[in-house]
Nanobody, 121 residues
């Protein structure tokens, strides 16, 4: 069973950067597709970004495209989300997600517990 733990959330300033990390146990990111979802208060969980099993393909939601980068470090078994130009609408709980090779895309088979990100103006 793959377990995921997010870190890096908290209070961030509008216009500033956000750096989230996700560590996996029970599996390695070298064989996992991974991604990020978020859920704002009163809204449904939405896709943010994902990176393929071989890291040769990344997918972004329109709302974050051009100001976000998703990446994996297989040696450290970590996955990252870097986001710039934070906006108030980026306030949400951010979830790390993953799937085994050939399974769901965007990855939704395994989930972390989430990390709160609050953008202050």
């Amino acid at each position: 069973q793959v377990q995921l733990v997010e870190s890096g959330g908290g209070l961030v300033q509008a216009g500033g950067p956000l750096n989230l990390s996700c560590v996996a146990s029970g599996g390695t990111f070298s064989s996992l597709a991974a991604g990020w979802f978020r859920q704002a208060p009163g809204k449904e969980r939405e896709f943010v970004a994902a990176i393929s099993w071989t890291s040769d393909h990344a997918l972004y939601a329109d709302s974050v495209k051009g100001r976000s980068t998703v990446s994996k470090d297989n040696a450290k078994n970590m996955m990252y989300l870097q986001m710039n130009s934070l906006k108030s609408e980026d306030t949400a709980v951010y979830y790390c997600a993953a799937s085994l090779y050939g399974r769901s895309w965007p990855p939704v088979d395994y989930w972390g517990l989430g990390t709160q990100v609050t953008v202050s103006s």
